[in-house]
Each structure stands twice: as structure tokens, then as C-alpha cells.
């Protein structure tokens, strides 16, 4: 009997050291598997320097959710060749671009398409310091605007103010460049165009009241994509998978910045942490809402839009030829 109990013992921790080094050698081989994992090397180049249109970038590559998708992505600044023709060219795969660039790019056969609608609608608009008395686009007359010296501007400046019987003639234009706002409203103008979530929420941080006026509050055409996500038509011919992987890991950084504002905000921070930390935390806040809006999910464009703001630049001659709207933009890359 003791030595069946031996026997029995004995087998018993064969069987066990055996488990154990199967376990352990399959954890290694886990292990050696993820670390031999061949990633896929990408550039994104952005339209400017790094913000809050972008966190869901930045989101996606400091929680990994590139690295699971097989990609190792490289974010890049335009330089002055622009995100057009770097992704345009091949010397990018992806790129942050706006509806009205992508629309003339389209216009002078330039292969880029968009994939995704960072944001639903258009949170731009003409802002002016509170003491400007301008809260209306009839305030526009009489007053300076300063802008970077965009046809489109003047367009868009003429087509709001018609649509309240106000006279374009009576605005005076100045080209700022890059001027910052708060000091040109101070010194050389009276309003300018702004994106809200970052020259607003600076304003109110500042305790600086503005007026904002969107476009889109005047004509639903000027309710255009601004920004978007664009690839060329090379890599949706050849390697759309490595377009489905890109926007799959892209529209779950994009939900993270939708359900975690802080947090997200934060992430951005450690990637660039030059940007303002409180300008950046409050600007998410008012931003990650406003990524999905209304959209059944994150990214979604309609040919509508795309459709009324090319209507929109033909007739103020901003274009040269109608859009093919179909072949602009695609919804089939996202998740």
C-alpha cells in the first residue's frame, strides 16, 4: 500500500511539472509572438500643429489601439508641401485636411479622398470682443476683418451678410496672416475667423467675452467638414485593409475622447506637452460632444453636405467645374 501511495504521489508531480512547463512555454511563445509581431509603418500628417481636433490620433497611439490594429503610426506636421500633397504623393498614408481643400483638390485631380468627418458640424465662426457691439452679420458693415487672404473668406463673409440684407462693400478686409487674435481685435481689426473650441474657450479663460457668430447658422452649405481624415486613392485600390485597420483604431481614440474628455485631453498633453494644459482640458470638454453630435456614429459623412458646400463654391466661383461628390468622400472604412 505505501508504495502504490508513492507511486500515485510521484505521478502526480510529473503531471503537474508538466502542466506547468507546457504553461510556461506557451506564455513564452505568447510572449515572443507579440514581441516578433510585425507592425505596419505609417506616417498621419496633420493640417497644423497639434490640438484638440486631433486627441482621438493621439488617443489611439498612446493606448495602443494602433499596435493592436498592426500599425505603427508616425505623426508628422504638414511642412509647406500641406497634408494634401504629402498623402497625395505617397510620403504620408493618411493626413488631417478640411472639406473645401479636399473639394479643390478633387477639382485639379488630386487622388485624396475623405474617410472620416473629425467633427459632425461646423464650429467656425466670425468672432469679435463683446465691446465691438457686433452680433449680427449687418454688424459686419462698417467694420475691419481680418483674415489670411482666402477667396473663400470673402465668399463666406459676402454670403452670410446677403442672407441678412447687410452690404459686403462696406467691410474692409485686412490680410493678418498669423497675428494672433487677441492682439490684432486690440490693434488692426474689429472680428476674425475662429474655430471656437480653441480661440472661444481661450477667450473665456482669458476673460475676454466674445460674440461668435457660426457660419452655419446662416446657410445650411456652410455647414461643411472641417476637419477631416483623408487617404489617396492608391491606398484604398491597393491596401484597404490597412485603411479599415487605421480607422478602426482611429474611431476607438476618437470614442475614448467621446466618453473621457479629461482623460483623453491628458493623453494629448503627454504626446505635446508644450500645448496649454488648461486650454487643451476645457477645450475637450467642449469639443468631445460635438465630434458625433448627431451622427448615428463618429466619422459619418453625408453626400449632402459634401453636395451643398461644392454648390456652394461653384457659385461663388471657387471652383472651376462641378464635384464628382461620389468619388470625394467614402463612409466604408469606418467601423
Not at 510572449?31 to 486627441?55: F, Y
Not at 483638390?105 to 457686433?134: C, D, L, M, W, Y
Not at 488692426?188 to 479663460?205: M, N, P, Q, R, S
Not at 486613392?233 to 476618437?254: N, T
Request: aromatic residues 10%.
Amino acid at each position: 500500500m505505501r508504495e502504490i501511495k508513492f507511486f500515485l504521489a510521484l505521478m502526480l508531480t510529473c503531471a503537474l511539472l508538466l502542466l506547468a512547463a507546457c504553461g510556461g512555454q506557451s506564455g513564452d511563445q505568447s510572449a515572443k509572438n507579440s514581441e516578433n509581431r510585425q507592425l505596419t509603418d505609417i506616417k498621419l500628417v496633420l493640417d497644423w500643429s497639434p490640438n484638440i481636433n486631433h486627441t482621438g490620433l493621439y488617443v489611439a497611439r498612446e493606448k495602443g489601439y494602433f499596435e493592436e490594429e498592426g500599425l505603427n503610426v508616425e505623426i508628422l506636421l504638414p511642412g509647406q508641401s500641406g497634408a494634401e500633397q504629402m498623402v497625395a504623393s505617397g510620403n504620408a498614408e493618411f493626413g488631417v485636411s478640411y472639406q473645401e481643400s479636399v473639394t479643390q483638390a478633387r477639382i485639379q485631380s488630386v487622388p485624396i479622398v475623405s474617410i472620416a468627418a473629425v467633427i459632425q458640424h461646423n464650429t467656425s465662426g466670425f468672432a469679435s470682443p463683446v465691446e465691438k457691439g457686433i452680433k449680427s452679420p449687418k454688424d459686419f458693415e462698417g467694420k475691419v476683418y481680418g483674415g489670411w487672404g482666402s477667396p473663400a473668406e470673402q465668399a463666406t463673409i459676402q454670403s452670410i451678410m446677403e442672407s441678412q440684407n447687410a452690404d459686403f462693400s462696406k467691410v474692409k478686409i485686412l490680410n493678418i496672416g498669423d497675428t494672433d487674435f487677441f492682439t490684432a481685435v486690440k490693434r488692426d481689426i474689429d472680428f476674425a475667423w475662429i474655430f471656437y473650441g480653441v480661440t472661444g474657450i481661450e477667450a473665456k479663460l482669458r476673460n475676454e467675452p466674445i460674440n461668435m457668430i457660426y457660419v452655419k447658422d446662416f446657410s445650411e452649405k456652410l455647414d461643411y467638414y472641417t476637419p477631416v481624415l483623408i487617404t489617396s486613392e492608391k491606398m484604398i485600390a491597393e491596401k484597404p485593409e490597412i485603411v479599415k485597420a487605421f480607422m478602426a483604431a482611429v474611431a476607438k481614440g476618437y470614442q475614448f475622447a467621446i466618453d473621457h474628455p479629461e482623460e483623453a485631453a491628458n493623453l494629448l498633453l503627454a504626446a505635446e506637452p508644450d500645448l496649454d494644459k488648461e486650454l487643451v482640458i476645457e477645450g475637450q470638454k467642449w469639443l468631445s460632444p460635438r465630434y458625433q453630435d448627431d451622427a448615428p456614429r463618429w466619422g459619418e459623412q453625408k453626400r449632402e453636405v459634401w453636395q451643398n458646400y461644392a454648390d456652394w463654391m461653384l457659385e461663388h466661383q471657387l471652383l472651376e467645374k462641378e464635384l464628382d461628390v461620389d468619388s470625394a468622400f467614402t463612409n466604408d472604412f469606418l467601423p
